[in-house]
């Protein structure tokens, strides 16, 4: 064996791949084609600097797991064989994250998709990495239970991809985001070794791996804290003021009411995106909001004092046509780019009050900044989160904005990078490479994304 466990390996040679394949047979593989090539891929084209360095960069086989046999399997031969292995849920990652950057196999864990078991007196649920949220939510709804977090991508993305990659979204208002301890109570996980190992890890151990993109383990099952069940309705606010919208956006999370969601968009925005079923087009700035069925004798006598009005409510459940979640996070970049793929985005956190900083930061770039901000408990303290858009220049033009956002004390959560770490804070977790060392020594799992791992 001649390269170091820090290096990325190189692609497989077409022997190496064809003993490869010949110890996966009876599994569902994909060998070519446009499927292998939707396989490789995820949302990365969000940015124009991940699409210049992913553009291209396929799988040479993937193999669809059934269960957790196949992906025991397909461990061991990977280790046994050197090849580099890609975890897969959804493929709805914005940062490339499942894109195989050296090639070899991605694994698809869609079909791992079986409730394993649920305790109605905790509300712990334990299921498989494939499932879908959507449809995990469903099968916790006659218990009168949901998922506390989910991604604006609820319908399509897994629970798996969604530790494994995501990190807040819907329910961030209430409960802060998915690394957050308390949320993630164990993990079923695969190493990649010749002779893999099926561990059960408790809520600590299970740190390590919540958010690591699949670079320290290939998870199967995971056990997560529930919440009550809620029948949200959903309501759209709209503010001629763009100071009482933002002002609105930061009373209504401090006050009494139960939300599981609070976005605002500004009119230009606002007027680009789609409305759902029934509500009227864009007039004004817009505040999205999930609020309890209870919230309602409040905010109806208090929007208007707040300077806006309620243009449209429906209740969530059984919705027709666009729900409001689809409006909200990472979707308002999804509708804009559909629109005019010229734009891109940016995530972060201004320094509070947020106004100052968006009004310098709209002096600068004007309507080539689009703000959107969304409601989260960050470290138990409501806060704005924001994710303007950004139409797209260049480089350097980009380089000038996150530069300035940093000047005016924003922290950047950015969004045009590949590693775990560049795309938080940019601090190795010593925890995560240990991880990787313990379940993955030979650096076979998804490589080039943990920074960690290569500088060791
Ligand atoms: C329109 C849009 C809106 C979005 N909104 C949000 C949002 O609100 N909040 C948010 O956090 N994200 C959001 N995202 C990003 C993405 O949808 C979420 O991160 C989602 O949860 C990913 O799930 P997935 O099943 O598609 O995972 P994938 O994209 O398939 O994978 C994500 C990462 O997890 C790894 N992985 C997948 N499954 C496993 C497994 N079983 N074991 C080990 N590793 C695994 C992959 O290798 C990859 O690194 C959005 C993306 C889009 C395109």
New binding site residues.
Partial sequence: MTRPAHESPAPASAERLEALVADLSGLDLVRAGLELERLSS??FD?SPLLHRQLQGRLAQLVVRAQSVDDVLRVAAACARHEVAL??????????G??VPLAGGVV?D??G?NRLRGFDPASGIVTAE??C??ASLDRQLEPHGRALR??????R???????????????G?IRWG??RDPGHLLGLE?VTLEREPRLLQLDASASRA?NH????N????ALTLATTEAVDWRQLVLEFEHWDAALEAARALPAAALLLNALCLLEAPLARRLPSPAGCPPAAGHRLLLLAAPDALPVLEPWVPQLGGRIVWQAPQAGARGLPLR?L????T??HLRAQDPGWTYLQLLLPQPEGPAIAALRRRWGDDLLWHLEAVRQQGVARLAALPLVRWSGDGPLAELIAQVKELGGVLFNPHVLTVEDGGLGVIDADQVAAKAAHDPRGL??PG?LRGWLER
Avoid at 217 to 220: D, K, M, V, W
């Fill in positions: 995820d949302y969000y890609t975890p897969r849920g959804a493929g709805t990652g914005n940062y994250q499942c694994l864990l869609s791992l990495a494939g879908l949220l977090l989910a991604p604006s991508t609820y399509s993305a897994t629970l798996g991809g969604f530790i494994a990659g995501g990190s807040g979204g819907i961030s985001f998915l996980v791996l690591a993109y699949g670079t383990g290939l998870l199967t689809e909200s996070w990472n979707h970049t999804l799992l998804n994304k």
